[in-house]
């Protein structure tokens, strides 16, 4: 029930500044134990998990938007548009660009 109320906090929240002692302090826990738990019940770090929830939105609004890559950066919770882009290549194998223009990748 831990993990389940905080993804859903996570995906509540993704587009805001979320750091592992919001989310720890949300669920009334230590960092530690709060990171160690996430890590063993999810299968990945809690930053991986905030980056892949705000890689599947931004797949949505480049999907269904015309809104620049900034525009969809900020939107999801990235502050800069160059580590937005760094970020979905590493997830999804594409640049925005190429998934806007491709619809896949």
């Known amino acids: 029930p831990i993990i389940r109320s905080s ?4 995906k509540k929240n993704h587009q805001e500044k ?3 002692k ?4 949300f669920c009334s826990l230590s960092t530690y134990h709060f990171s160690h738990l996430f890590t063993k019940e ?6 991986n998990f905030i980056n892949k929830i705000r890689i599947e939105k931004a ?3 480049l999907s269904t938007t015309d809104q ?4 969809i950066a ?3 919770g990235f502050e800069d548009a160059n580590y937005f882009a760094r970020k979905f290549k590493s997830y999804m194998g594409c640049s925005p660009s190429e998934y806007r223009a491709a619809k896949l990748c």
């Open 7 to 10: 993804i859903i906090y996570i």
């Open 18 to 20: 979320i750091e592992l």
């Open 22 to 25: 919001d989310v720890a302090q």
């Open 42 to 47: 999810v299968g990945i770090s809690l930053i």
């Open 59 to 61: 797949v949505f609004f």
């Open 68 to 71: 620049t890559m900034q525009e």
């Open 74 to 76: 900020s939107h999801v």
